[in-house]
């Protein structure tokens, strides 16, 4: 990298770090920031130790929302997370870029032709050393168990169990680990 590359690199960084403290109910000194994250709304927001977030992420939801990020937790690059009511993200779990992970749905109860102007929020639990691959959105209300690999594209909407290999749209166990 060259010499003014690495200065505005560096300054950079230090802005977003700010940006991210600011929002952060606690912000660890051990968090790595490789670009531009994005924040807007989420109530609460905690992240754990040595968690590296990428280029490129956002983070929205709404004054209810609660976000729980472990300790050793990357973020890759384009990463969304919607938070309006619960995320939780336990430790070691490793996201791949392009990923989506929301808790609510707008409300369609009322019928074609009303407008889509209310949330319904379910809780999105992902367990501990869990591998979601690239380009994977994961709906409201999902629960992903400890060590389970989400493959890349999938779509979860419901529970996949612990030490699962699960694939495809909507996502299926193919195979447990061993
Ligand atoms: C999920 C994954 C880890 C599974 O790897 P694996 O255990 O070696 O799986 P296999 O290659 O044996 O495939 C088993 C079956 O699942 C299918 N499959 C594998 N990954 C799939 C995917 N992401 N979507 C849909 N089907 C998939 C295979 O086609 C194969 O189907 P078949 O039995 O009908 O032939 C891998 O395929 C994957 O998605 N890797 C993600 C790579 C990535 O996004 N990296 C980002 C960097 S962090």
């Known amino acids: 990298m060259r010499f003014f590359d690495r200065i505005f690199y560096h300054y950079y960084s230090l802005l977003c770090q700010r940006e991210l403290a600011s929002r952060l109910v606690r912000a660890p000194k051990s968090l790595v920031l490789e670009g531009r994250v994005f924040f807007s709304g989420i109530g609460k927001f905690t992240i754990g130790e040595e968690c590296v977030l990428r280029n490129g992420i956002s983070f929205e939801g709404s004054k209810t929302g609660r976000l729980s990020i472990g300790n050793r937790v990357c973020i890759g690059n384009n990463v969304s997370i919607s938070c309006c009511q619960e995320v939780t993200i336990g430790d070691g779990i490793a996201i791949a870029s392009n990923s989506y ?5 707008h409300a369609f109860s009322g019928g074609p032709g009303a407008p889509f102007d209310r949330l319904i929020c379910s809780p999105v639990r992902i367990g ?22 989400i493959g890349a594209g999938a779509v979860v909407k419901g529970m996949i169990p612990a030490n699962a290999i699960a694939v495809g749209v909507p996502a299926k166990v193919i195979k447990m680990r061993q």
Request: charged share 15%; net charge negative.
């Open 101 to 105: 992970i929301i808790d609510s749905d």
């Open 128 to 149: 501990k050393n869990v591998w979601i691959a690239s380009g994977v959105s994961i709906l409201c209300g999902s629960v992903i168990g400890d060590g389970a690999i």
